[in-house]
């Protein structure tokens, strides 16, 4: 069934996979099919073990065959055209990293299958997820948000395998990856509109903290502070009514559209009576209540640059590019 042939200028652990795939393109393997064991490769054809598993392992990575624990290997995909898996591990979905994801996939090219997984701020839906697909992927991109000691549960993983998104924190800083500097960020861009900001009596900080980034709440405390402005942190808008003198610092929609509702409901005005700023720029913020002022990062080209550099193999870390969106919410 598998064929090796010696002095053909072709490794044997390819001639293994190639044999693999002309099996499962002419039909005699197909999905769910048991392949021959490593040792009776090894023993037929007077191959090291090495050489058998490393062929199995490139095409597990590509997720064409699988493994069963006390029963062997499986053909778990049809698909032969994927030379390359990644596991893709997101905090949470929404409309900016949709975009980023969708700008990710189309820089990637069509021969590289990538699967995409929430924690949903979990730690240990993060640890399941990676102690699940150990081994599975050619690289994995891991979205840590705030989760504490993420170095300590993919330690297990090869480091030149993961690439970091969005935060690198401290135990990470080893790994590459394409992140914002959330405090620099917040910091410069609240500096940047500092003259429409000082009309206002005190600025909220929406902060959620297992959500929202450290960084953002560094940034903004060292800008007040050095700016001798009255501020103050809350976890939500939920319970909280505007008043005249208020400047709302807003990472996430949910809290933006309370406040919208609240104002209008109190019969405040926007930029008058109070201020907006929000977090990522989209349509509706551009068009809602004649605009909304965002702080806001490029999320495409975040997608863009991180395919690139699985492509090019980069080892390195990018700061992602962000920037100040002046509308007539302040």
């Given at each position: 069934?598998?064929?090796?042939?010696?002095?053909?200028?072709?490794?044997?652990?390819?001639?293994?996979?190639?044999?693999?795939?002309e099996l499962i393109v002419s039909g005699t393997l197909q999905k769910g099919d048991q392949i021959p064991s490593i040792n009776q490769i090894k023993n037929d054809h007077k191959l090291s073990r090495d050489t058998v598993l490393m062929a199995f392992n490139e095409l597990k990575n590509r997720g064409i065959i699988q493994s069963v624990v006390g029963k062997g290997y499986y053909i778990s995909s049809e698909n032969v055209s994927v030379t390359q898996k990644i596991f893709l591990l997101f905090d949470e979905l929404n409309s900016f990293k949709?975009?980023?994801?969708?700008?990710?996939?189309?820089?990637?090219?069509n021969d590289i299958q990538v699967d995409i997984y929430f924690h949903h701020f979990n730690r240990n839906i993060f640890k399941k997820l990676i102690q699940d697909n150990l081994g599975d992927y050619n690289y994995y991109v891991i979205m840590p948000a705030n989760i504490d000691n993420t170095q300590e549960i993919i330690k297990d993983l090869s480091e030149e395998k993961v690439y970091i998104l969005d935060q690198i924190p401290e135990d990470l800083a080893g790994y590459p990856g394409?992140?914002?500097?959330?405090?620099?960020?917040?910091?410069?861009?609240?500096?940047?509109?500092?003259?429409?900001?000082?009309?206002?009596?005190?600025?909220?900080?929406v902060n959620s903290e297992n959500k929202q980034p450290y960084g953002m709440l560094k940034g903004f405390t060292k800008f007040c502070k050095k700016n001798a402005l009255n501020f103050s942190i809350v976890n939500s808008l939920k319970d909280k009514s505007p008043e005249t003198g208020d400047l709302y610092i807003i990472p996430d929609d949910k809290n933006l559209l309370r406040i919208i509702k609240k104002m209008k409901e109190s019969k405040l005005k926007l930029a008058k009576d109070i201020g907006i700023i929000s977090y990522n720029d989209t349509l509706l913020k551009e068009l809602v209540e004649g605009g909304i002022t965002t702080i806001s990062t490029d999320f495409n080209l975040m997608g863009k640059r991180?395919?690139?550099?699985?492509?090019?193999?980069?080892?390195?870390?990018?700061?992602n590019p962000h920037n100040l969106i002046l509308r007539n919410s302040i």
């Open positions: 069934m598998i064929k090796v042939k010696s002095k053909i200028g072709i490794p044997k652990y390819k001639q293994i996979i190639n044999s693999i795939e949709e975009d980023l994801y969708n700008s990710f996939l189309e820089n990637l090219g394409v992140y914002q500097n959330f405090k620099k960020e917040i910091f410069d861009n609240l500096n940047e509109a500092k003259h429409l900001i000082k009309k206002y009596k005190n600025l909220i900080l991180l395919a690139e550099m699985i492509i090019n193999k980069e080892q390195i870390q990018l700061e």
